[in-house]
């Protein structure tokens, strides 16, 4: 999705592929990990696509942990 792939890709689709990532994550017990892959995701570049799966995202994704 991230990469403009998908037909008529909605706000609602990217949202229920984040919380389907992330109930994974749950059960995997590592969320921390899948959101850090998440935000390089959406942080890789700003395309257009990118820039609508961020806003999609926004206020649903918690905030991203300072860098080390």
Known sequence: MSEGWGYEVTGTDVVEAYDLAMAAASELNDIDGVVDQIWKLIESNNSGSMQFV????HGRMRMRPPSN
């Open 54 to 57: 961020r806003s999609a995202l």
